[in-house]
């Protein structure tokens, strides 16, 4: 690939960045803001402005599609307004698109592999669904290998429930919680370059370090990490009436997700396993 281009350069965008550029490859970032990485080409727009997507240098690039969707609706325009902007003969190689495990719905608890059938019930869930076919048909009809991440949630130092523990926020009991996924955002970083060297078009890979547990024990290990109180458990009836529809959602939602096929595929030792060792680091 000539060069390794970053749509959605935030957090783990810059991870991602940093990393390439390390292993000596030539980076080009775009995000709303200033240039983040430094040694990185950048470009600033916004993906809901096509116009600003124009000089982006997608021929022969290697995509990591980071970029979130919108905030309402079931389909992901920001995804459409990428594709649409690439005009024939300047397409990438490879686009490796950062979906989620929310794609998977409400599982009750059961495992999920890349062979579970997607049945997002959320709109956050279904907006991840519909940028995945736009990309995988845009991508056999362009002629473009695309990979598919559908990742857990992700934590790092950066990335903890800060506010959420300091404006008192409560969680759900602990004896109603279920479990969850997570994925350490250095892990994340890692596995995005080995999906962009090592996957095929068509694959889809969970990201997850494995290990399961409730969203309450995280929010539990984030306060003690951080030496903050441990929040409030309330039931899910009192949780109805006082956590937003996006916190309820994630409460609600259960799943164990199989990360096999990315440690086997991708080739990737994990530096984080667990929960445990992500919040030690």
């Not at 690939?1 to 490859?25: F, K, P, Y």
């Not at 759900?172 to 996924?181: C, T, Y």
């Not at 995005?192 to 547990?213: H, T, W």
Request: net charge negative.
């Amino acid at each position: 690939m000539e060069h390794l281009l970053i749509i959605g350069c935030g957090a783990v965008g810059r991870r991602v960045a940093a990393l390439a550029l390390e292993q000596g490859v030539s980076v080009c970032t775009f995000n709303r803001g200033e240039a983040p990485v430094p040694g990185a080409r950048h470009f600033s727009g916004t993906l809901d402005d096509p116009a600003s997507l124009r000089a982006l240098p997608t021929r022969g690039a290697g995509v990591i599609y980071l970029a979130p969707p919108p905030g309402g609706g079931i389909e992901d325009t920001r995804a459409r307004n990428f594709c649409a902007s690439i005009a024939a003969g300047e397409e990438p190689e490879k686009i490796v698109y950062i979906s989620t495990s929310a794609v998977y719905g409400d599982c009750g608890g059961d495992l999920v592999t890349e062979a579970t059938e997607p049945n997002p019930q959320t709109s956050r869930g279904k907006r991840r669904l519909h940028a995945e076919r736009l990309f995988s048909a845009w991508g056999r009809e362009r002629g473009v290998a695309v990979v598919i991440l559908r990742v857990t949630a992700i934590y790092a130092l950066d990335r903890l429930p800060v506010s959420q523990l300091t404006s008192g926020q409560p969680v759900l009991r602990e004896e109603e919680a279920h479990p969850s996924n997570r994925i350490h955002a250095d892990d994340l970083s890692r596995i995005c370059l080995a999906a962009l060297n090592r996957g095929n078009n068509g694959d889809i890979f969970n990201v997850s370090d494995g290990s399961s547990s409730s969203m309450t024990s995280y929010f539990n290990a984030a306060a003690d990490c951080l030496g903050l109180p441990r929040p409030v458990q309330v039931t899910m009836e009192e949780a109805r009436r006082v956590m937003t529809p996006l916190m309820v959602s994630y409460f609600s939602e259960s799943r164990v997700v199989d990360n096999r096929k990315m440690l086997d595929e991708l080739g990737i030792e994990l530096l984080y396993p667990d929960l445990h060792a992500g919040l030690k680091q």
